[in-house]
């Protein structure tokens, strides 16, 4: 008995922690006003961090741009950025392979072409 | 236990051959329908849900009519129904088997199903569907696994089965109910926007799900030689009775309200189904069929005397089946998106792959059931 | 199983209850948040922004299809060619059909000679928001209903659930159907619903929808609901307007001068 009511806890434990707010929720107001100019001397972050966590920055700004409206990003030095793939390609489109290069060397497929319009497909 | 669905005759395997042949083909059409995409189907933007979705609806009400049997045994101790009581359970277990292969077989992104869980939406009713669909399931499976086991070493059954088995005598009506909430809740299809269709679907599902018991009682009787009792077959045949009358009468009150109200929205799906609209009328003869068979099939129910004899019980348990997999798959489903929204008719044609998908699902669905009941015949027979 | 192993079970799980239970109040992952209830008012709240288009049909061209065109060019919408897999975000209907439940008894020659544009409505209680399982679709902060297409399922609930027909679903690739990349949009993949966003990617950039810019009748007026001052809510209070389908309680963004 004991441990069937344990177990009857432990399930309302998780299912509490699963049904909480996710995050989901529109915070203020958006900005309507023009994105962010793109400031091109430099990327949002150095090319190491970058490697090394593009895709979580990419998950980030993709949650927060589609679904909170916090479209805009700044730097820890005081740069703002749009949150948008075309920031990065904004500079990084110069190269048709730039995100091929490694990935086909990592062998690792994300599935962002599919729809995104890749560097190697863009009119740019 | 699982090894007795291992040993079997001429026939069972032959039977178990044909199962996998008809998986097989739907395996290899579904793998069409995953690389070309779901436009290999009939389904198109004004009836963006067809053939899949009508079976899973029929298959949840099938999946829920194990209450019928479940309920009597456990909750008011009708002894007659020992033997069938399994056979209830292990229907409903592989009824939602198929229900969610259904399911799966729908979406536009399978590989993402699991989203519904990374983000539930109380809101959803598809939402609840998932999680009270796979609930049952397992409650059936556990319950009806570990009575059957505790029976095979001759030994009551553990206590908890006991919890497990009244909560799945409630937990059968939600079933159908949030089923019947993802149609029953949305403005725009007024054939289904009706708070009778809750009612109509746990009176369809009990009339049709205790027929195919009653149709599965023959089978088993003729293949096995397990005869779950006459007792049984006759009270199951009174509420399959039962549950068809008030299938037909509620069907009845949506013809009244369509029709004396004479609202356009109310009536035009009805009518389209029924009686064509505009000139169309591509489903008129199948209704048709569907509602003369059930009537009949109903009538044969009621009558003691036919009912009692094995061959009239047969032909009206298998035409109500027809009947109601008619009206809830095609009538309800595909009747629900036409007229569009833009009051349009539109063909529905289901193509040659979205039959074998639709086919080879059903066959995964008799195997699982094939093998559970060959484990539960095996064993209720060993004394 | 001995009744030693039994007792040590009891003990070790109550003993991980209890661990998780500790872990609850260490750990902010697993903190019991009070659920924000925001999301469920479903009303948009005075003070914020609500998108909203007045679509005046006395502007709007016989024969001319420029809005359709400028949206399904701008956001890569395929053209399959046939009824059955059509995707689409905006297009024409006969009055009657966009209209279904107004009265259509002797309708003026005008009326039946009438085509109206029909789109996503965008409505403020959005019936197909409420179906959506995994919140694909959702309302957004300035009311427009928008699609996710990185969570849809391709359940098609909320093609089910929306009232005016105005969602498509890509049966097939559609990258071959498109006939012309724009690369202010992305493509969307098979498997997924989609619809009108109302722009919100040209918003962003203070600019106006592109049907609204490429109307040569200027029959579209797009703009702030909330906003008193508005352009469209000085017109919605000098013109009379009608809305598809009011009697559903969905509270369209679109209205319509007939």
């Known amino acids: 008995m004991i441990m069937i009511s344990g177990i009857v806890a432990l399930v309302l434990l998780i299912a509490i922690t699963l049904f909480r707010d996710d995050g989901s929720t529109q915070t203020g107001p958006s900005e309507l006003g023009p994105a962010a100019p793109v400031d091109s001397s430099m990327c949002i972050a150095s090319k190491e961090y970058m490697q090394a966590h593009h895709m979580q920055v990419l998950d980030k700004w993709r949650h927060d741009s589609v679904r909170e409206g916090n479209r805009t990003h700044v730097t820890p030095d005081g740069r703002h950025f749009d949150k948008s793939l075309q920031t990065c390609l904004g500079c990084h489109a110069n190269n048709r392979f730039f995100c091929f290069m490694c990935h086909q060397y990592a062998n690792v497929k994300p599935t962002c072409w599919n729809c995104h319009l890749s560097p190697m497909e863009s009119s740019k | 236990m699982i090894e007795k669905a291992l040993k079997g005759n001429r026939a069972y395997w032959a ?56 309920m009597p045994y456990y ?110 809740g949305l403005p725009g299809r007024h054939l289904w926007l009706t708070a009778v269709l809750a009612p109509r679907f746990l009176a369809s599902a009990f009339a049709a799900g205790t027929a195919l018991l009653i149709l599965l009682s023959f089978v088993l009787q003729k293949s096995a030689g397990f005869d779950v009792g006459k007792e049984a077959r006759m009270k199951l045949t009174v509420i399959c009775a039962y549950a068809g009358v008030a299938n037909f009468f509620l069907l009845g009150t949506e013809f009244f309200t369509a029709f004396y109200s004479n609202v356009p929205s109310h009536m035009h799906s009805l009518q389209y189904l029924f009686f064509g609209l505009d000139g169309h009328g591509q489903f008129v003869p199948l209704m048709w069929l569907s509602l003369l068979t059930g009537l009949g099939s109903v009538a044969l129910l009621l009558v003691p005397r036919l009912r009692s004899q094995s061959r009239w019980l047969i032909a009206a348990c298998s035409g109500l089946v027809l009947s109601i997999w008619i009206d809830k798959g095609v009538g309800l489903i595909i009747g629900g998106f036409l007229p569009t929204p833009l009051d349009e008719i539109v063909l529905y044609m289901p193509t040659l792959t979205e039959i074998s998908v639709t086919v080879g699902i059903w066959a995964i669905g008799l195997l699982l059931l094939t093998m559970l009941l060959k484990v539960a015949v095996t064993v209720k027979m060993q004394d | 199983m001995n009744q030693q192993r039994r007792d040590f079970l009891k003990k070790a799980s109550l003993g991980a209850l209890a661990g998780i239970g500790a872990m609850a109040g260490i750990i902010p992952t697993f903190a019991l948040e009070k659920t924000d209830t925001s999301v469920f008012s479903d009303r948009p709240q005075p003070g914020k922004t609500r998108w909203g288009m007045l679509i005046d049909t006395r502007n709007c061209r016989e024969g001319c299809s420029e809005c359709v065109a400028a949206c399904h060019a701008t956001h890569n919408v395929p053209d ?179």
């Open chain 2, 75 to 184: 909750l008011h101790n009708q002894k007659a129904f020992s033997k069938i009581v399994i056979v209830g359970e292990f229907l409903a277990v592989s009824a939602a088997a198929m229900c969610m292969l259904f399911i799966l077989a729908d979406m536009g992104k399978p590989q993402r199903v699991l989203n519904v869980l990374r983000y539930p939406s109380p809101h959803s009713m598809v939402f609840w569907d998932v999680i009270v669909l796979n609930g049952y399931l397992m409650l059936n499976l556990v319950s009806g696994w570990a009575v059957l086991g505790a029976e095979k070493k001759g030994v009551a059954a553990p206590s908890w089965t006991k919890a497990l088995i009244y909560l799945s005598i409630p937990w059968a009506f939600s079933i159908h109910t949030v089923t019947a909430f993802l149609y029953a």
């Open chain 3, 80 to 258: 399959f060619g046939d009824s059955k897999n059509e995707v689409k975000w905006i297009w024409k209907s006969p009055y009657e059909k966009a209209f279904p439940t107004s009265s259509l008894q002797l309708p003026s020659r005008q009326l039946q000679e009438l085509d109206v544009l029909t789109l996503c409505n965008h409505c403020a209680e959005p019936p197909c928001t409420k179906a959506c399982p995994t919140e694909a679709t959702f309302k957004r902060w300035d009311g427009i209903v928008a699609m996710d297409y990185h969570r849809c399922i391709g359940c098609r609930f909320c093609m089910a659930a929306c009232p005016y027909g105005s969602r498509s679903f890509n049966w097939q690739d559609p990258r071959p159907a498109i006939s012309e990349y724009s690369d202010t949009y992305p493509t969307r993949e098979r498997g997924v619903v989609e619809k009108c966003n109302f722009c919100s990617e040209r918003l962003v950039k203070g600019q106006q929808p592109a049907c609204v810019e490429a109307c040569p009748g200027k029959a579209i007026t797009f703009g702030d609901l909330n906003d008193p001052a508005s352009v469209i809510r000085t017109m919605l209070g000098d013109n009379e307007t009608v809305q598809r389908k009011p009697e559903l309680g969905t509270l369209p963004s679109v209205f319509y001068i007939i």
């Open chain 2, 15 to 70: 039977w178990v051959a044909l199962l996998l042949v008809l998986i097989v083909s739907g395996l290899s059409a579904w793998g069409r329908q995953l690389s070309l995409g779901l436009g290999v189907t009939g389904m198109g933007r004004d009836i963006s849900w067809g053939l899949y979705i009508a079976q899973f609806t029929f298959l949840v009400g099938v999946a829920a009519s194990a209450v019928m049997v479940v």
